[in-house]
Nanobody, 120 residues
Framework: QLAESGGGSVQPGGSLRLSCATSKFTLDNYAIAWFRQAPGKEREAVSC????????NYADSVKGRFTISRDNAKNLVYLQMNSLKPEDTAVYYC???????????????WGQGTQVTVSS
């Protein structure tokens, strides 16, 4: 139901902006989260934006470098990623539901993911 875009390959210190879109529902009515999964690792939460007041959460590993935002006119949610590090390499997924759940299994709507590779 969701579709991510904007992934790619960048050098350490570079930036990417991921987008999350859907034609099925209005993203502003839902909490939207970004998760990532690196090879051989569990899926981890990166960031989440609540629907009610727009408050945001970030994993400690990305605080100060990543920013989640909405463009309600375009029905998009972004993840701006700056100062990228090799350890940010993963498939990034967006997810939607009624709350910013800590457990990714609670989210019912998912995209297929977009690959982000940070390497020199």
């Amino acid at each position: 139901q969701l579709a991510e875009s904007g992934g790619g390959s960048v050098q350490p210190g570079g930036s990417l902006r991921l987008s999350c879109a859907t034609s099925k529902f209005t993203l502003d009515n839902y909490a939207i989260a970004w998760f990532r999964q690196a090879p051989g690792k569990e899926r981890e939460a990166v960031s989440c934006m609540h629907d009610s007041d727009g408050t945001t959460n970030y994993a400690d590993s990305v605080k100060g470098r990543f920013t989640i935002s909405r463009d309600n006119a375009k029905n998009l949610v972004y993840l701006q990623m700056n100062s990228l590090k090799p350890e940010d390499t993963a498939v990034y997924y967006c997810a939607a539901d009624f709350e910013c759940y800590n457990d990714y299994a609670e989210f019912t709507s998912w995209g297929q993911g977009t690959q982000v590779t940070v390497s020199s």
